[in-house]
Each structure stands twice: as C-alpha cells, then as structure tokens.
C-alpha cells in the first residue's frame, strides 16, 4: 500500500473551477477520485491508468472533469470545471494495483484522507 494526501478542496460558487491533488508516497498503478455525498454512497468520479493513456469518468461528470497524472511526481489531478450544487462531496484519492483500469471501488486498496468540495448555489 501507498499513503495518499489530497489537497485543493474548499467552497466555490457553481460554475466556478477547483482543482484537487493527490501525491503518493511510491509508485501506483491505476488511480481513481471517488466523492462521497452526505447520506449517500461513494462512488467513482474518475480513473486513470499508470500511464494516462486510458480514463474513465462518471456520467455526470464527463465533459466537466479531467483526470490527469504526473508520474514524475507520483501525483493524480483532478480538474473540475463548471462546478454544480450537486458535486458537493469529500472526495478521496484511490489507488489500485490493477494495470487495467477500474471503476470498482473495492479494487482500490489505498484511500487518501478526503478532501471537502463544496458548491454553492
């Protein structure tokens, strides 16, 4: 297992931007962000293969988020844009040792502390 530490939540108006970020203390393999809403379940938001090449987003999501990744730097991001009320969540970092690119949450065996976004309406 790897230590993850996300950064870069706080409270934003909707349709304004943040961008989350989260550093790993060794290599990984494939990297999700997964958010988990007050009352409800977490769920995927989106994954990344260890090279960037494959990515997988969360229908409501996709077109607003970009995952992306440094390995240089063994750190994932998380680019949100045109924010909702509805994105509202702590969002975690994840990390799997499969290669090939996973949007189940029990394939993830290391999970960072969380990092609150909240949008205003």
């Known amino acids: 297992q790897v230590q993850l530490v996300e950064s870069g939540g706080g409270l934003v108006q909707a349709g304004d931007s943040l961008r989350l970020s989260c550093t790993a203390s060794?290599?990984?393999?494939?990297m999700g962000w997964f958010r988990q809403a007050p009352g409800k379940e977490r769920d995927i938001v989106a994954a990344?293969?260890?090279?960037?090449?494959?990515?997988d987003y969360a229908d409501s999501v996709k077109g607003r988020f970009t995952i992306s990744r440094d390995n240089t730097k063994n750190t994932v991001y998380l680019q949100m844009n045109s924010l909702k009320p509805e994105d509202t969540a702590v969002y975690y970092c994840?990390?799997?040792?499969?290669?090939?690119?996973?949007?189940?949450?029990?394939?993830?065996?290391?999970w960072g502390q969380g990092t609150q976004v909240t949008v205003s309406s």
């Open positions: 060794g290599r990984t393999f494939t």
């Open positions: 994840a990390a799997s040792r499969r290669v090939v690119v996973t949007r189940v949450g029990g394939d993830f065996d290391s």
């Open positions: 990344i293969s260890w090279s960037g090449g494959t990515t």
